[in-house]
């Protein structure tokens, strides 16, 4: 059987019947039918979606193990090898991230070949999509299918709307998928994941818009979104903050802050004193220090050179 045969026998036309049953089940509406089959393509994907966001979380914990290695070893091939040793030691695995993403492009294809058959309003679409149904009075009653949903027309190209939103969701997926502590401020992996976090979202966001049915981007764009709520539940959102979407003038202080670095942690990293305390044993030697009975200590302490203590008679004059 020619591969063509296989495609259509056993993806398509299954596809095709689905699609046409949901909407039958769902009062007639094509956008709910488009948004029931991505959560149920979800959850029949989410074992293997558990297994890659659990994978992601170890690549986040052995992030720091990857940064030492750049910033150690200069040869790019013991560089490799050490990388490769510490994903060994770890169980974690490079490329366990894609099997979402592979399992999904067939998907996807099919989805397009049947949104072109049933969103059809020609005589010669409607034979062919007559032909591609299942002997189910239930199923070729659905037919001709409604294509309007939220004052979209789901045949026809997506509406500058539906780009804005599905430029939103991958952007926050990709925002959240990349720390921007994995990389080194100014290398050439931290330049390359800005590009990421800009080049997709807006491809996906102008694809769908301008050359995709809106149905196609419906699918897109709520299977985005489900799959940001379900790594900020299973991985966390990283360094991601709602703050970090003002711009850097309206943004609190510790806003600007990548991570979530302790300050004793980021005063030792910058060379100061991580002593954090305001301990009572270095308050003598402090120039104007807060004495203990509660009065500024404007001269130096007793034992400093030079000095000379006041008598303690004076304690009693309320001048001094």
Request: charged content about 15%; glycine content about 10%.
């Amino acid at each position: 059987m020619p591969i063509g045969a296989i495609w259509q026998t056993f993806l398509e036309t299954p596809l095709i019947n689905f699609i046409i049953l949901l909407a039958r089940l769902s009062f007639d509406s094509y956008g709910l039918a488009i948004l029931l089959f991505t959560v149920i393509t979800r959850a029949a994907t989410f074992p293997l979606a558990l297994r890659t966001l659990r994978s992601m979380k170890k690549m986040q914990e052995i992030s720091p193990l990857l940064q030492e290695v750049q910033k150690k070893y200069s040869d790019p091939r013991r560089r490799s090898e050490e990388t490769m040793r510490i994903y060994k030691e770890n169980g974690v695995n490079p490329l366990g991230c894609l099997g979402p993403q592979l399992i999904q492009m067939p998907i996807f294809i099919a989805l397009y070949a049947t949104i072109r058959l049933t969103m059809g309003n020609t005589p010669e679409a409607m034979l062919a999509l007559s032909s591609r149904l299942y002997d189910v009075e239930y199923i070729k009653h659905a037919i001709p299918l409604s294509t309007t949903f939220i004052g979209m027309d789901l045949s026809e190209n997506g509406t500058l709307p539906l780009g804005v939103a599905v430029f939103a969701a991958m952007w926050i997926q990709q925002r959240i998928s990349t720390s921007r502590a994995s990389a080194p401020a100014g290398s050439q992996q931290a330049a390359m994941n800005q590009q990421m976090q800009w080049l997709f979202p807006i491809m996906f966001g102008y694809v769908f818009v301008v050359t995709l049915p809106a149905a196609l981007g419906l699918y897109w764009g709520v299977g985005t979104a489900i799959s940001v709520i379900l790594q900020w539940i299973f991985v966390g959102p990283g360094d991601f903050t709602w703050s970090s979407l003002l711009p850097a003038s309206l943004r609190p202080a510790s806003a600007g802050r990548s991570g979530t670095t302790h300050p004793t942690a980021q005063r030792a990293a910058d060379g100061g004193d991580t002593d954090t305390g305001d301990d009572d044993d270095d308050a003598p030697a402090r120039g104007g220090g807060q004495r203990e009975d509660g009065r500024g200590g404007g001269a130096a302490s007793p034992g400093a050179a030079g000095t000379r203590p006041r008598p303690r008679r004076r304690r009693g004059n309320p001048r001094g």
